[in-house]
């Protein structure tokens, strides 16, 4: 790019051609007031505070959008220019409340900053003033046009930072102001509750309901830390006074998520502070919990494991708690249970990730990372609902799409995506790699495919190519209901615009065959070549914060950390040799496995760490009826959810506000989690909790005093963490493999060679979903997550305002199902399948296909997972929670 040079003040400046005059400016450390420019949006030239005198210029200049010029001149500080500027604040005066001793901006205010560094005390203007009442009907913000300056800024960030566009400009001349579309509430319009309005706001005519009369903002104590929902991993602050948090920010320097979040990122944190949270052991005696002291659960808990062989306990651990917890708990497992037994939630979401991508790469993660999805000339996003699950990646998908990328959203139901897509593959669920290997079939037959590197890079194509035979397109189209043309333009679109990237979600994995459908996206990556590059890759994303660390550290029943085998003999050897204890050799039992053997009485005790079964596993009555069968249960969760209603002894863990640790994201990045507040009542950290169970057991190696020595202890058994420390993290997150200290980490896998060496293309054959619709259960019930809540909903049912945005179960359906089954909008229905039967509102839509209904499972009203499937996919042991039969009756006619 070209470089032009300048002069800003006497001071001379070289910066690349397009740059502004404001950023020139701010490069060399000049400082131009300025109320409307927001740095990475368009400029808006509203407020004309940012005026300076240009040269060769008759007028001043609005710096934000003026570009710089070859040998310009500039002048940021004469008095022409501040005399413009102090106009332009008086002008803003004449209409703004004098109330700054109680406006919760004051002290970060800009138009307060401003007009005390440039001495406007009052304004000469006196005439009409606004009195709107203030606007308090959202339930996380409040709105005071009184205040507003009409800066734009909230305008900008709602149509080029989140894409919603549900604000802009209304009236003209005096009655101009930020509004929805017919004045409306904001609930009324397309706003999704991101806040992004609220971040960027320069004064105080937005502002968080939880901050206000909380302080001023000198008093807040902000933590950098992660967010502990979705896989994402953003980077928020948490701002805190009194060991409160009143408020989340972002950084708009975050490398993760630039100072960008979702509804639960930004407001959904009220459960810190619930009344409800645990804050004490509880034992059960008689039938009933009661309060204990530390020393007696923990005692209690230490001798009654003890007296169990190691075949009959169990331990299940979480993709919510830190590494250093998932450590931890599985070394409990392990060293001291002596049982491979150990399993967590990821054999619901993402086992077939693991399996599949380990075969065909040598590692089952995410290849890129976030920031290069915006980048990618195609975007293959395969059941993903991205903007709902994984939103600031959404928002890169977005912003990919508005640079030109072709985007391909292929998805049973008609998910936000679908409105910026290029091309909607509509299949039929479960019907994935027939689709995918229809794809490849066409890229194959036109030649489309890159040769050089199946040649250099991969092996067993001759195999592959053999089995795509079987996938003719009139077959495809027979199965998936996608037409041929649309496939045949999907391949073409896929295999011709490159760097080509492959985003999928529990679309793909949660199925009986959810293996196969990983390693189809993985042969069609390596089909074309898109592997090792920017932009290119196979990136599933990961759910919840840490379902990628708790794998990566061992909360797995056939690996230790670093995904080295259980049955190894050399692993083995080491591992006992580092913790002191002899090991089992033969892998464990998954979640499934363990519940089963629970019902069998095989499994007789369990250890049960921050997951609720009983609303998140399938077949969820008969889950209950395992759980109730065990002899002795332990539940350790911040609150007590349904499931830690069966426990025998059930104990207080601290939130992710109140420990030190890290969480390793969708992208492998390890971050710090970072303690905020001091612990909630007699609530403790995870990893402290199984710490002193296992001394009290008689353990060695659990003498740990801070999470950074188990994390120490970490990187010297794993060796893709090899390189990982706290005080390398202090300075930002790092991409695993980074086997050394010296290692900057790995954005991209795969660059140069596979992990395994060679890519490995495998044949597939198309298998159907384990249960169809008959005439007994003629609909097909899919499952998926909601942006106003996450999992069982034991943290976000906690948020008062994440449920009036959504506060019960909807079961979505088509109008023409609707009205053949005589279902209006609004009526409660009764949902049934072959295991179960649960009552929720009809939501009639054309999101959902003909033939398909959708719930989600974050309602305990509504348990959803009452109804799902049990089937397994018999490598990865990943329940087919995507797809089981269900009939829906009317109840009554209950509209809201």
């Avoid at 020139?24 to 300025?34: Q, Y």
Wanted: net charge negative; glycine share 6%.
């Amino acid at each position: 790019m070209n470089t032009v040079k300048l002069q800003i003040d006497d001071r001379k400046v070289s910066v690349v051609e397009g740059t502004t005059i404001l950023e020139a400016a701010k490069s060399i450390g000049i400082e131009i007031p300025h109320l409307c420019y927001q740095e990475d949006m368009s400029p808006a030239s509203a407020c004309r505070l940012c005026l300076v005198e240009v040269e060769e210029a008759k007028n001043l200049v609005a710096s934000c959008s003026y570009p710089v010029a070859n040998n310009m001149i500039v002048k940021t500080d004469t008095e022409r220019v501040a005399k413009a500027r102090r106009l332009v604040l008086e002008l803003l005066l004449s209409d703004h409340p004098y109330d700054c001793m109680t406006c919760e901006k004051s002290g970060a205010c800009d138009l307060e900053k401003y007009a005390y560094e440039l001495g406007v005390p009052t304004t000469r203007f006196q005439g009409e003033k606004h009195a709107y009442p203030l606007d308090e009907t959202h339930p996380f913000f409040v709105r005071d046009y009184n205040k507003c300056i009409l800066c734009e800024r909230c305008v900008t960030a709602c149509n080029e930072v989140q894409f919603i566009e549900a604000i802009n400009l209304a009236n003209r001349g005096f009655d101009t102001k930020v509004t929805a579309p017919f004045d409306r509430p904001l609930l009324e319009s397309t706003c999704i509750s991101c806040g992004q309005c609220v971040a960027v706001c320069p004064v105080g005519a937005l502002v968080e309901k939880t901050r206000r009369f909380q302080g001023r903002e000198w008093e807040f104590k902000k933590v950098p830390t992660t967010c502990p929902y979705c896989g994402v991993g953003c980077n928020i602050e948490l701002n805190v006074k009194d060991n409160r948090i009143v408020r989340v920010t972002s950084p708009i320097d975050s490398v993760v998520n630039q100072g960008r979040l979702c509804v639960k990122g930004k407001f959904g944190f009220e459960y810190v502070h619930s009344p409800e949270r645990l804050t004490a052991p509880l034992i059960r005696e008689k039938g009933e919990l009661r309060e204990a002291s530390w020393e007696e659960a923990l005692s209690l808990i230490a001798s009654r494991l003890a007296n169990y062989k190691k075949d009959e306990l169990a331990v299940i651990s979480s993709a919510k708690c830190t590494n250093e917890d998932n450590y931890v708990i599985q070394k409990f497992a392990r060293a001291v249970l002596g049982t491979n037994n150990v399993d967590h939630c990821a054999r619901l979401c993402h086992a077939p990730t693991v399996a599949g991508l380990v075969q065909s790469f040598g590692s089952g993660a995410m290849t890129n990372s976030i920031n290069e999805v915006s980048d990618a000339a195609c975007i293959l996003a395969i059941g993903t609902n991205t903007t709902e699950t994984h939103p600031i990646i959404g928002l890169e998908v977005k912003k990919a799409v508005n640079k030109g990328a072709k985007l391909i959203v292929a998805n049973p139901r008609e998910i936000n995506l679908v409105s910026s897509a290029t091309l909607w593959l509509r299949h039929n669920p479960g019907t994935d790699v027939a689709l995918l290997m229809g794809m490849m079939r066409v890229i194959v037959d036109e030649g489309l495919l890159d040769s050089s590197f199946i040649d250099e890079r991969c092996e067993n194509f001759d195999a592959f190519k053999e089995s795509l035979k079987d996938f003719d397109l009139d077959f495809v189209e027979r199965i998936t209901g996608v037409p041929r043309e649309q496939v045949i333009e999907a391949a073409r679109m896929y295999a011709t615009n490159k760097p080509a990237s492959i985003l999928y979600a529990m679309g793909i994995t949660q199925h009986s065959h959810g293996t196969d459908n990983v390693i189809a996206t993985a042969n069609l990556a390596m089909l074309t070549g898109n592997i090792g590059k920017p932009s290119a890759g196979v990136n599933p994303l990961r759910g919840q914060n840490n379902v990628q660390g708790a794998c990566d550290l061992g909360a797995l029943p056939n690996v230790y950390p670093g995904y080295q085998a259980v049955a190894d003999p050399a692993i083995k050897a080491k591992f006992e040799a580092a913790w002191g204890c002899s090991l089992s050799p033969s892998p464990g039992l998954t979640i499934m496995e363990i519940t089963e053997a629970a019902y069998q009485k095989q499994v007789k005790a369990l250890y049960l760490v921050g997951e609720n079964p009983l609303l998140s596993e399938p077949d969820a009555s008969h889950v209950q009826k395992a759980l109730e069968k065990l002899e002795f249960f332990v539940v350790q969760d911040i609150f007590l959810s349904e499931t830690a209603e069966l426990a025998d002894v059930v104990l207080p863990a601290a939130t992710f506000a109140e420990k030190d640790g890290t969480f390793t994201n969708t992208e492998r990045r390890v971050q710090r989690l970072r303690k905020a507040i001091e612990l909630i009542g007699d609530s403790k950290p995870d990893w402290w909790i199984t710490c002193q169970i296992a001394k009290r057991m008689g353990s060695k190696g659990f003498d740990f005093a801070h999470p950074s020595q188990i994390m120490d202890e970490i990187t010297s058994l794993t060796p893709s963490y090899g390189g990982i420390s706290y005080g390398r993290l202090e300075n930002g997150g790092l991409q695993w493999p980074c086997p050394t200290p010296e290692h900057p980490g790995t954005p991209i896998l795969h660059v140069g060679s596979f992990t395994r060496g060679k890519g490995r293309f495998i044949p597939l054959e198309y298998k159907p979903p384990m249960e169809l619709p008959d005439d007994k259960y003629p609909l097909i019930l899919t499952t998926e997550r909601s942006l106003y809540h996450f999992h069982t909903g034991t943290l976000t049912r906690k948020v008062s305002g994440l449920n009036i945005l959504k506060g019960e179960e909807l079961v979505e359906i088509n109008p023409k199902d609707a009205s053949a089954l005589g279902i209006t909008d609004g009526d409660m229905v009764k949902v049934i399948s072959r295991r179960g039967e649960v009552v929720a509102r009809a939501k009639v839509t054309e999101v959902s296909p003909v033939g398909v209904v959708s719930m989600d499972f974050h309602f305990t009203e509504s348990r959803t997972n009452v109804l799902t499937s049990p089937a397994l996919d018999p490598v990865s042991k990943i329940p087919e929670l995507k797809v089981c039969a269900v009939r829906i009756n009317p109840v009554t006619s209950n509209r809201r």
